[in-house]
């Protein structure tokens, strides 16, 4: 027998049908916001704990640069973030789960539910206070899930969680 490999010309390929992504939770935004305020915070206070004594005389400097560089910092990260969260979604289709997120880096997995293994849900203190979740998916070979979906209504990670698991169940047997 001879092997062949013949190459697929691209403009044969089938067309990909248009995905309508169903957004987060609007609490996710306000959580991630919370949290970077919070780690801008802590910069602040090791910022305020290591310059001003370096300037010593100057005490108020190394107060201005810190507060100039969290505000910056603050700033930023709120500006990325709430890009992130308009742009950020996910699909459940007949045969596999899809999420998109990033901004400058914008990375679209697609997991087939004949390859998952097991999901889980999560939820952290500043998730439980915005009333949202973590859906995560795990597939074989890893140890690590394969796709993370942070910002779900609880009751919604739950309907998510069932379906994928029903459908491991039933694209098992095909």
């Known amino acids: 027998m001879i092997f062949e490999n013949q190459q697929v010309p691209v403009s044969e390929l089938p067309h990909v049908e248009e995905v309508s992504f169903h957004p987060l939770a609007p609490n996710a935004l306000k959580a991630?916001?919370?949290?970077?305020?919070?780690?801008s915070g802590g910069f602040a206070l090791l910022g305020m704990s290591i310059l001003p004594p370096v300037f010593s005389g100057l005490w108020w400097l190394g107060v201005l640069i810190v507060l100039a560089a969290t505000s910056?910092?603050?700033?930023?990260?709120?500006?990325?973030?709430?890009?992130?969260?308009?742009w950020e979604g996910y699909a459940l289709r007949s045969h596999d789960i899809i999420h998109?997120?990033?901004?400058?880096?914008?990375?679209?997995?697609?997991?087939?539910?004949?390859?998952?293994?097991?999901?889980?849900?999560?939820?952290?203190?500043?998730?439980?206070?915005?009333?949202?979740?973590?859906?995560?998916?795990?597939?074989?070979?890893?140890?690590?899930?394969?796709?993370?979906?942070?910002?779900?209504?609880?009751?919604?990670?739950?309907?998510?969680?069932?379906?994928?698991?029903?459908?491991?169940?039933?694209?098992?047997?095909?």
């Open 32 to 39: 991630r916001l919370l949290s970077s305020g919070l780690i």
């Open 72 to 86: 910056l910092l603050l700033a930023g990260s709120r500006w990325l973030i709430k890009k992130r969260f308009e």
């Open 100 to 174: 998109r997120h990033g901004y400058f880096w914008r990375i679209q997995t697609t997991v087939p539910y004949a390859r998952v293994q097991h999901v889980e849900i999560g939820q952290g203190p500043i998730a439980k206070r915005f009333g949202i979740s973590t859906i995560r998916v795990f597939t074989a070979g890893g140890s690590n899930s394969d796709l993370n979906i942070s910002g779900i209504i609880p009751e919604e990670a739950n309907r998510i969680k069932s379906y994928i698991i029903h459908k491991t169940e039933v694209d098992g047997e095909v």
